[in-house]
Nanobody
Framework: QSQLVESGGGLVQPGGSLRLSCAVS????????IGWFRQAPGKEREGVTC????????HYADSVKGRFTISRDNAKNTAYLQMNNLKPEDTAVYYC?????????????????????WGQGTQVTVAS
């Protein structure tokens, strides 16, 4: 069975950094677009950042531009989200996702209901 497992979440002070990892098994990641999404209490799931199969195209939500970086290592079937200068409003459950049918990174991030494969999520809490 296919699985996506996030790790690296936790409690961090404002201004701190975290790196999330998404380990994929059951399918070959290089054929899939990858996305990181988050959901805060009382809010809808939103696309944080998405990346194309080769890594040549990326999309970032305006709220994280300049602070977050998505990357992928297809040989390891692993995706990453580097988060710097974290703010309290970044507090959320972060999910990684993989989608075979996506044609643009904008489509993947903007339409999460169309994404097929999801991890269980990892909690990120930014607080003093």
């Amino acid at each position: 069975q296919s699985q996506l497992v996030e790790s690296g979440g936790g409690l961090v002070q404002p201004g701190g950094s975290l790196r999330l990892s998404c380990a994929v098994s059951g399918f070959t990641l290089e054929y899939y677009y990858i996305g990181w999404f988050r959901q805060a209490p009382g809010k809808e799931r939103e696309g944080v950042t998405c990346i194309s199969r080769s890594g040549g195209s990326t999309h970032y939500a305006d709220s994280v531009k300049g602070r977050f970086t998505i990357s992928r290592d297809n040989a390891k079937n692993t995706a990453y989200l580097q988060m710097n200068n974290l703010k309290p409003e970044d507090t959320a459950v972060y999910y990684c996702a993989a989608d075979f049918a996506s044609t643009t990174v904008q489509d993947m991030c903007n339409y999460p209901t169309n994404v097929r494969n999801w991890g269980q999520g990892t909690q990120v809490t930014v607080a003093s």
